[in-house]
């Protein structure tokens, strides 16, 4: 019988998680940036709401068939191809910066072309643990990925704020070269190319054609998910909640800009958001135990919007990380 290698010793699961942590980083160094340089370039929060919302519908509507064309392609091409364009995208904008040559639709057709990497990104990392993982590890390995989440919320904006208050173009290529890495994690981590169960996939494949059979699944699981009562609720409220955090960024942004605040300032606000979501973590087993699934929703609903409501309050740049960092949901 072989021996299972401790998890902090499987090289492939700790290269992967380590480039997923690091595109993340990434991720969030620009997730400040970008609209404090729609901010400062057109001087209209309407319109750094544009890119942020084309961002978030992009991902929306592409999540749900990734999902399915992820199990039909080959994985480890998938992953590194998403991650190497999403350094392209960054990279130009970069370019686009540096040169004064940016405009509002590049910021909103990059943002839309990051987002669709990313849909296509979390699916293949999701499934690639379930790949390089033996089963009995899985609970800790998503734990640690979790984390990694977590800890680039609380980094990556104040580190943004930083980089960006040495020239706005700096988030940008620090971002590139973020991405560049966790593309040759992914690289060196060897992610599986198709599913254990490849035999199975295959006969699959024969009995349906391909572009029929992407259609059909995706239409299969929005249909299960619609049938599931309860769970289809619970989903339509989280995706309203991530929705409304999304919402709730640009105007954290000017709200802590018109208060005096810098853009390390504003970093270190939204590093709230991270401390809110670890908060949670580590609070959402002992109150899932205490409340039923329907309570909790309403509890975190209502911390959620008494959260918000506060941030209103006059009181300085920085009366907004306290409330920014309560455990309601983090926008993603």
């Given at each position: 019988?072989?021996?299972?290698?401790?998890?902090?010793?499987?090289?492939?699961?700790?290269?992967?998680?380590?480039?997923?942590?690091?595109?993340?980083?990434?991720?969030?160094?620009?997730?400040?940036?970008?609209?404090?340089?729609?901010?400062?370039?057109?001087?209209?929060?309407?319109?750094?709401?544009?890119?942020?919302?084309?961002?978030?519908?992009?991902?929306?509507?592409?999540?749900?068939?990734?999902?399915?064309?992820?199990?039909?392609?080959?994985?480890?091409?998938?992953?590194?191809?998403?991650?190497?364009?999403?350094?392209?995208?960054?990279?130009?904008?970069?370019?686009?910066?540096l040169t004064d040559q940016v405009?509002?639709?590049?910021?909103?057709?990059?943002?839309?072309?990051?987002?669709?990497?990313?849909?296509?990104?979390?699916?293949?990392?999701?499934?690639?643990?379930?790949?390089?993982?033996?089963?009995?590890q899985l609970h800790s390995a998503?734990?640690?990925?979790?984390?990694?989440?977590?800890?680039?919320?609380?980094?990556?904006?104040?580190?943004?704020?930083?980089?960006?208050?040495?020239?706005?173009?700096?988030?940008?290529?620090?971002?590139?070269?973020?991405f560049l890495a966790a593309a040759?994690?992914?690289?060196?981590?060897?992610?599986?190319?198709?599913?254990?169960?490849?035999?199975?996939?295959?006969?699959?494949?024969?009995?349906?054609?391909?572009?029929?059979?992407?259609?059909?699944?995706?239409?299969?699981?929005?249909?299960?998910?619609?049938?599931?009562?309860?769970?289809?609720?619970?989903?339509?409220?989280?995706?309203?909640?991530?929705?409304?955090?999304?919402?709730?960024?640009?105007?954290?942004?000017?709200?802590?800009?018109?208060?005096?605040?810098?853009?390390?300032?504003?970093?270190?606000?939204?590093?709230?958001?991270?401390?809110?979501?670890?908060?949670?973590?580590?609070?959402?087993?002992?109150?899932?135990?205490?409340?039923?699934?329907?309570?909790?929703?309403?509890?975190?609903?209502?911390?959620?919007?008494?959260?918000?409501?506060?941030?209103?309050?006059?009181?300085?740049?920085?009366?907004?990380?306290?409330?920014?960092?309560?455990?309601?949901?983090?926008?993603?």
């Open positions: 019988m072989t021996d299972i290698v401790p998890l902090r010793r499987n090289v492939r699961f700790q290269l992967l998680w380590i480039g997923s942590a690091v595109s993340e980083l990434g991720s969030e160094l620009t997730r400040l940036a970008m609209p404090l340089l729609v901010l400062a370039l057109t001087g209209s929060p309407g319109l750094a709401g544009v890119v942020a919302g084309a961002r978030t519908v992009a991902f929306l509507l592409v999540q749900i068939p990734a999902g399915v064309w992820v199990d039909r392609w080959d994985r480890r091409r998938t992953l590194i191809s998403a991650q190497g364009l999403q350094a392209v995208v960054s990279a130009l904008l970069a370019a686009l910066v405009q509002i639709w590049h910021f909103v057709t990059l943002a839309v072309l990051d987002a669709l990497c990313a849909a296509f990104i979390k699916p293949v990392v999701g499934t690639a643990i379930r790949g390089i993982v033996p089963t009995s998503y734990a640690q990925e979790e984390s990694r989440t977590h800890a680039a919320g609380l980094v990556g904006p104040p580190l943004g704020g930083l980089l960006y208050s040495l020239g706005r173009a700096v988030p940008f290529v620090v971002d590139t070269v973020t040759i994690f992914y690289a060196l981590a060897k992610v599986p190319r198709r599913p254990a169960n490849r035999s199975q996939a295959s006969t699959r494949e024969e009995q349906h054609p391909v572009r029929g059979g992407m259609r059909r699944e995706a239409v299969e699981a929005v249909t299960w998910l619609w049938r599931r009562r309860g769970l289809r609720e619970v989903t339509a409220a989280v995706m309203v909640l991530n929705l409304l955090g999304g919402a709730f960024l640009i105007p954290l942004i000017v709200l802590v800009g018109e208060r005096g605040g810098s853009a390390l300032t504003t970093g270190a606000v939204l590093a709230g958001l991270g401390v809110g979501g670890l908060a949670g973590a580590l609070l959402s087993g002992r109150l899932g135990k205490l409340l039923p699934p329907g309570r909790l929703l309403l509890v975190v609903l209502t911390v959620f919007g008494a959260a918000l409501a506060a941030t209103a309050l006059p009181w300085g740049a920085w009366w907004r990380f306290p409330w920014c960092s309560s455990p309601c949901p983090r926008p993603r």
